[in-house]
């Protein structure tokens, strides 16, 4: 994968999840999910920083 996109520390406590069915059991303090569709060019990292919307 790193050599494919060298952004894997971009990833580092961060869950993507589908926003139609949303989060179920516990959550992690530690971990930020983000509601994530599967577009592609859609990045997990962007829409944290405010880069825009995948939905």
Known sequence: MSKERDDL???????GYNPKYGITGRKLRQITYMPQSYKLGCRLPDLMNGGGSCE
């Open 9 to 15: 520390t971009d990833y580092i406590d961060l869950l």
